[in-house]
């Protein structure tokens, strides 16, 4: 994913010592920000890299922040918090936000967390000064509800976005329905770069479709106006043993 982000537009990232930030709001046990460092280390060594992530588990919270800690980041920027309720860094934009939320996890209605609902609905009420001024999806789903939170992270001269999510986001919901708002919105603030359809059966815990979203603040001049969709589901090799879900794999190739 961070490979996908730094393709272009990112010609910055390999000044001396420069400041980058990496914002995972669903950083489980911290694999992505980790990645996404060992990344970018390797093309500038001297770049000062600072790793922020929220997690709603305790057990993947916990492992995230050992992983962290090792790597000898600041224990401040990993916090134990669902990202529906509240953004744990207010005062910082993120150069980089990389992250694969839950996919079909409520955020009203009684399949929600505890004061979840509540959380949204108020952010909503403040409209673009929060983080969901674009409207709300269907109850039963959070992923536009990423999408827009990690919109709100972006730093606004550069930011760049990769996440993964399934299918839903792309067609439910009504013309008229907040799905179809919240996609008005990043079409009409020319905010997605590029879709990438993914292989089936590439993650351990699901084999469903997956696509990966880039959003972007910082789009070339002539991609202005534009969105790029690449068809890559057959893009893969299969494995000899299938790992949970898990049976193809994308080569570096």
């Not at 001297?46 to 922020?52: E, G, H, K, N, V």
């Not at 990769?162 to 079409?187: D, H, K, M, V």
């Not at 905010?191 to 959003?215: C, H, R, S, V």
Request: hydrophobic share 40%; net charge negative; glycine share 10%.
């Amino acid at each position: 994913m961070v490979n996908i982000l730094l393709a272009e537009g990112c010609d910055d990232i390999f000044d001396d010592g420069k400041v980058i930030t990496i914002l995972d709001q669903a950083c489980g046990t911290g694999g992505m920000l980790s990645t996404g460092f060992n990344f970018i280390k390797r093309f500038n060594p001297s770049a000062d890299i600072r790793l922020f992530g929220q997690e709603i588990n305790p057990e993947s919270y916990a492992m995230c922040m050992a992983e962290m800690l090792i790597k000898g980041q600041n224990a401040e920027n990993i916090r134990y918090q669902d990202t529906m309720k509240a953004d744990c860094f207010p005062d910082t934009k993120m150069r980089f936000v990389i992250e694969n939320p839950p996919f079909g996890t409520a955020w009203g209605g009684k399949d929600a967390g505890e004061g979840v609902e509540l959380a949204v609905i108020e952010e909503h009420k403040k409209g673009f000064d929060g983080r969901f001024g674009a409207g709300l999806p269907s109850t039963s789903d959070m992923q536009l509800l990423f999408i827009q939170s990690a919109i709100d992270k972006m730093d606004d001269k550069l930011g760049r976005a990769a996440i993964i999510e399934n299918g839903s986001p792309l067609f439910t919901g009504g013309t008229s329905s907040g799905e179809s708002q919240i996609r008005r919105y990043l079409l009409k603030n020319d905010l997605i770069e590029a879709i990438i359809a993914l292989p089936t059966d590439l993650f351990y815990n699901t084999g469903i479709a997956t696509y990966i979203w880039i959003l972007s603040k910082n789009k070339r001049n002539e991609r202005k106006g534009k969105i790029q969709l690449i068809d890559a589901s057959g893009i893969y090799h299969k494995l000899r043993k299938a790992l949970g879900n898990k049976k193809n794999e994308i080569s570096p190739e």
